[in-house]
């Protein structure tokens, strides 16, 4: 059984794409994350809800106060990857979704109305454009080194604010020398689909 | 700004790949679930926790307890898919780990010895992981119809149980006729992405 993907981005994208904990010198530009971004912005999400939001922390104070909130074993990859994302879920997306949802504006007030239905809808979705993103920073020949070892509410209070959740933080660039371990095991097919 | 993924791969992942509502009747076969899911199982979750399960809903009488638990909106496309999948969490994820994470196996003790730190993790690696699942449907060639309007707990206690928790349910298959409306707008990256 072949897949329609072409055997050279299933590699680039997802067999021989890892995830990397050193990293080269070369920057990552704005222009490069915009275009990773206008590529997986077309992911699905629930109505359309596309609650990812994306900080970037370029400056160097910023990013010492980021790594300064990470676990200790992510803070020298973090203070020395070429670029640093937060990824953090907008819990207040239904503002957004009349001009998202234009077939269905209503969405807002009859399925979003409540904050308590919001966040975790927020979560889900914005976990699903996480996803979409490392593939995207794959896609851009980058790698990606997504972590969720951090204290989370310190980011949210330094980086964020009450109305958007932090889902991950991740390093972006080339990957440098012994940038990763082997490849871990994965489970089998047989051990994670099963049929009724 | 030209990204390393080929152009016909962007379309087939992102750029053309839509949500569909309507299907052909060719079926979806194991052997395609099977290339899909090693294809996407190299996607990265938090310490290789690797929480998807997926259910494949063939026979003809559990697709019609499945499209009962459906919203009204829901059912018919349920109900003629080629193929439907039930995407759930493993929240016992952490048995696996000694095996999925041989360099560090004390990962299941240190780290996921309580259910209430595991619940959230398989939630938002699973969300990740349904994404890639997307992705490696279209990969395949065909077009996913993710849904999160149905009685989660009836999913859960007639599908699943009480360890694992349903994210999801995907339509599979080919587009059919009037497979879907107009692609609704997408944020830009000016409100999306921030820089600090």
Same mark, same amino acid.
């Given at each position: ?55 970037? @922390? $370029?400056? !160097?104070? =910023? #990013? ?6 990470? +676990? ?6 973090? /203070? &020395? ?35 308590? @239905? $919001?966040? !975790?809808? =927020? #979560? ?6 996480? +996803? ?6 794959? /896609? &851009? ?41 082997? #490849? ?13």
């Amino acid at each position: 059984m072949s897949l329609a993907l072409d055997p050279a981005a299933q590699d680039l994208l997802f067999r021989e794409a890892r995830t990397a904990n050193t990293f080269t010198d070369e920057p990552v530009t704005d222009e490069q994350v915009q275009a990773i971004y206008d590529l997986v912005k077309y992911g699905p999400t629930a109505f359309n809800q596309s609650p990812l939001r994306i900080v970037l @922390v $370029r400056s !160097p104070e =910023a #990013r010492e106060r980021l790594v300064g909130h990470m +676990a200790e074993g992510n803070r020298a990859k973090t /203070a &020395a990857a070429p670029l640093v994302a937060i990824l953090a879920a907008d819990n207040e997306f239904h503002e957004e979704l009349p001009r998202l949802l234009p077939h269905f504006p209503q969405a807002k007030d009859v399925f979003f109305a409540s904050r308590e @239905v $919001r966040e !975790p809808s =927020a #979560r889900l979705n914005g976990a699903m454009q996480a +996803a979409y993103f490392i593939i995207g920073v794959r /896609a &851009a020949g980058l790698a990606a080194g997504p972590m969720n070892g951090f204290d989370h509410a310190a980011v949210q209070k330094d980086f964020l604010d009450e109305d958007h959740t932090p889902l991950m933080v991740v390093n972006i660039g080339r990957p440098g020398p012994d940038a990763w371990l082997g #490849r871990s095991p994965r489970l089998d097919a047989g051990e994670v689909v099963t049929t009724v």
